[in-house]
Nanobody, 121 residues
Framework: QVQLVESGGGLVQAGVSLRLSCAASGRAVYAMAWFRQAPGKEREFVAAITRSRTDTRYGGSVRGRFTISRDNAKSTLYLQMNSLKPDDTALYYC????????????????WGQGTQVTVSS
């Protein structure tokens, strides 16, 4: 089993930066990712990264503004969010999987409870 705990969310103004963290415990994981879900909308893929950190992928709405990274020694996933917009307001989830699949596969086995990010205009 894998446990994921997100942190770092909050209420910020548009244009500022915020960094989310996700602490993982339990089994070693391969790919980790961030998803988000705004009220009344479907869950949206944000970014993903492999264990080796050599491969990353981003959703179109965040590419160029957000950066995903991970520290395997600390078993922690990060999401650096710059130039935040009100449209980035959502509950941000951390996800992980132990299977070795390409990042184009967006199926994950383990999910955190989420951390809320609210961006005011």
């Amino acid at each position: 089993q894998v446990q994921l705990v997100e942190s770092g969310g909050g209420l910020v103004q548009a244009g500022v930066s915020l960094r989310l963290s996700c602490a993982a415990s339990g089994r070693a994981v391969y790919a980790m990712a961030w998803f988000r879900q705004a009220p009344g909308k479907e869950r949206e893929f944000v970014a993903a990264i492999t264990r080796s950190r050599t491969d990353t992928r981003y959703g179109g709405s965040v590419r160029g503004r957000f950066t995903i990274s991970r520290d395997n020694a600390k078993s922690t996933l990060y999401l650096q969010m710059n130039s935040l917009k009100p449209d980035d307001t959502a509950l941000y989830y951390c996800a992980a999987r132990t299977s070795i699949l390409p990042l184009t596969t967006q199926t994950y086995d383990y999910w955190g409870q989420g951390t809320q990010v609210t961006v005011s205009s």
